[in-house]
């Protein structure tokens, strides 16, 4: 089966980008190199093709109700504009996928679900609708997506875009219009710097395109450095830290899980798990030698296999080498000496903190 192709593909080619199958999609890796473009990001400014991620917009009198029934945060608890972050859990606590949750009014929510769970998100929403006087709608073929990231994002979409932001607080939306069309701004991000998401029409998000490029104060980013900025700052990959089998508490997000509201699927799950602590947890390890600890390399302790990493890299920012590993809950406190497997030997750790990399959010 072809791979789709955002509305961008074209442009991405045109600049020379790696192109690879990501999600069901051909996207672009790295065009420069992985370090420019993380490093652009960290300093100055960098754009992201992100229309492969999915939208799904939800109507109706019970809309609010509904959301909150499947998602792990309160939507009560925010004001039309505001955005949350949180998961949709299964009834045993394990996770179906992480997202944001837009507020439009009271009776509409914008929903972006991962790439690679788009399908399987739309099914399981309408799947757990029944009572709810709601309308589920994939509108992920109606939008692209540009992900506008780094220090100098707010004057680059002011000044290239046009598009008003800088009254954004982080984690709040707005909606203009432009070109006719209906463009959605939010200060959010997936990258740990200042930064904003766009939403629209794709041929609106092709026009953004080449003003960013065309300006030269934007570069072009691909995905390569999109998981290495993430994953210094601690920010989850549904696959890696969070799944089915990957819980909420067990990758320390449990504050996303809002167990003082009515109920949620999967919060009975989630409050045993907080009470009676979860057997495996999501940590940090920092290698005391350089190497490269890649996902899915054991993680070893007197000899015994105690998990496995998630995410690995030498961090590009720390020159470190660091991952994620989701391990037994007995070896998960900071200071614990491990070690990782990589081919035929093995390298000690520490066990540390998640983050790598302190985040720099305009707040």
Not at 45 to 69: I, K, L, Q, W
Not at 114 to 129: E, F, G, L
Not at 197 to 210: G, M, T
Not at 262 to 290: C, M, P, T, W, Y
Request: one cysteine or more; glycine letters at 10%.
């Amino acid at each position: 089966m072809e791979n789709k192709k955002t509305c961008l593909f074209d442009k991405h080619v045109a600049l020379g980008a790696l192109m690879q199958p990501f999600a069901g999609f051909d996207m672009p890796i790295q065009y420069s190199s992985i370090i420019d473009e993380h490093n652009a990001v960290r300093t100055d400014c960098g754009v992201f093709d992100v229309s492969h991620m999915g939208e799904a917009v939800v109507t109706g009198p019970d809309a609010g109700r509904y959301v909150n029934h499947i998602f792990t945060n309160d939507v009560d608890a925010i004001k039309t504009g505001q955005v949350l972050y949180g998961m949709m859990l299964y009834p045993d606590g394990g996770t179906v996928d992480d997202l944001l949750v837009y507020k439009m009014g009271d009776e509409e929510f914008f929903l972006v679900i991962n790439a690679s769970n788009t399908d399987k998100d739309i099914a399981w929403m309408r799947d757990n609708a029944e009572g709810f006087n709601v309308t589920i709608e994939d509108a992920s073929a109606r939008y692209g997506q540009l992900a506008v990231q780094g220090p100098n994002a707010e004057t680059v979409v002011e000044e290239v875009l046009g598009l008003g932001c800088k009254e954004l607080v982080f984690y709040t939306s707005k909606t203009v219009t432009v070109d006719g069309g209906s463009v959605i701004v939010s200060r959010t991000g997936y990258t740990g710097e200042d930064g904003f998401e766009i939403y629209c029409k794709p041929e609106l998000i092709v026009a953004f395109w080449d003003k960013l490029i065309a300006s030269g104060r934007c570069k072009p980013c691909g995905l390569g450095c999109r998981d290495t900025l993430r994953f210094e700052v601690g920010l989850p990959l549904y696959g890696n830290e969070l799944s089915k089998d990957i819980s909420p508490v067990m990758a320390g997000l449990s504050m996303f899980c809002k167990l003082d509201k009515a109920e949620f699927i999967g919060k009975d799950a989630v409050a045993s798990q907080k009470a009676n602590g979860a057997g495996r947890k999501i940590i940090g390890i920092e290698l005391a030698e350089h190497a490269v600890p890649r996902h899915g390399y054991n993680v070893v302790c007197d000899g015994k296999v105690i998990g496995t990493v998630t995410t690995g890299y030498q961090s590009i920012s720390t020159h470190k080498s660091v991952c994620m590993a989701l391990v037994d809950a007995a070896y998960s406190k900071l200071g614990t000496q491990v070690e990782i497997q990589i081919r035929k030997k093995t390298f000690a750790g520490t066990v540390v903190k998640k983050r790598f990399y302190d985040k720099h959010y305009k707040k």
